[in-house]
């Protein structure tokens, strides 16, 4: 228990004075398309290597002491880069991912993503947090704790992975989430599993009565788009449609266009 109070003092102390990068990364942007205006919804900051290596290489330096750093160090970098690049001007929003399990007090630990965001004059609701990895909170108190502070600054919310692990039915019933991300396992090879299919138009319908988006992840073919479009899913993000941009907002190819 001392131990993890002098963690915690410590965290605090890096969150209040500013605390730089634990190693050298940087972020690539993905885009979350709205298939039927073709229009960016969001760009999904990813955390990227500074010569382009892959998000396993960033994510193998993170442990237990560098966590917290690693995770206030990731809001900096993408909202930073984001305003460089003009994302806010696009019309689009900014989603980073962040983990629950990395924030001690909701209202203390936010207060450098608030700071970096007026000083770079990013727009707080343009912002949107995606939950990942709940199952490492401590208790549903502190991450629902979280998750009111986060709605009283302005951002959105959403749930990452969904279907995967602790992400399910059971969290979506707690937590007004303005997005709910599909996991990638439950899209793939989509068209050829009834299933699957029964599965997320279920979703489509319970998005219009909950009032949440759905984001169909890991979109890679036609046959996965089409199946995906007869489900009433109008948000999806994969390689159909752009690669992430390292360091920058890519172009984006509607699957009608190309």
Known sequence: MEVLQQRQTSACNACKDGHSEPFPFTMAFQPIVNVETGRVYAYEALARGPEQQSAGFVLNQVNDENLYAFDQACRVKA????????????????????????????????????????????????????????????????????????????????????????????????????????????????????????????????????????VAEGVETFDEYHALRDCGIKLMQGYLFARPGFESLPAVTLPEHR
């Open 79 to 214: 909202i930073t880069l984001a305003a460089q690049l003009g994302l806010a001007e696009t019309g689009a929003m900014l989603s980073i991912n962040f983990l629950p399990g990395a924030v001690y007090s909701p209202a203390a630990c936010i207060q450098l993503t608030l700071k970096t965001a007026r000083a770079v004059g990013f727009p707080l609701d343009r912002l949107i947090f995606e939950i990942v990895e709940v199952e490492k909170v401590a208790s549903s108190q502190h991450l629902m704790d979280i998750i009111n502070e986060y709605r009283r600054c302005g951002f959105r919310l959403a749930l990452d992975d969904f279907g995967a692990g602790w992400a399910g039915l059971g969290l979506l019933a707690d937590v007004q989430a303005d997005a709910v991300k599909l996991d990638i396992d439950l899209i793939r090879g989509i068209h050829k599993r009834p299933r699957a299919l029964a599965i997320v138009e279920s979703m489509a319908l319970l998005s219009e009565s909950l009032h949440f988006n759905v």
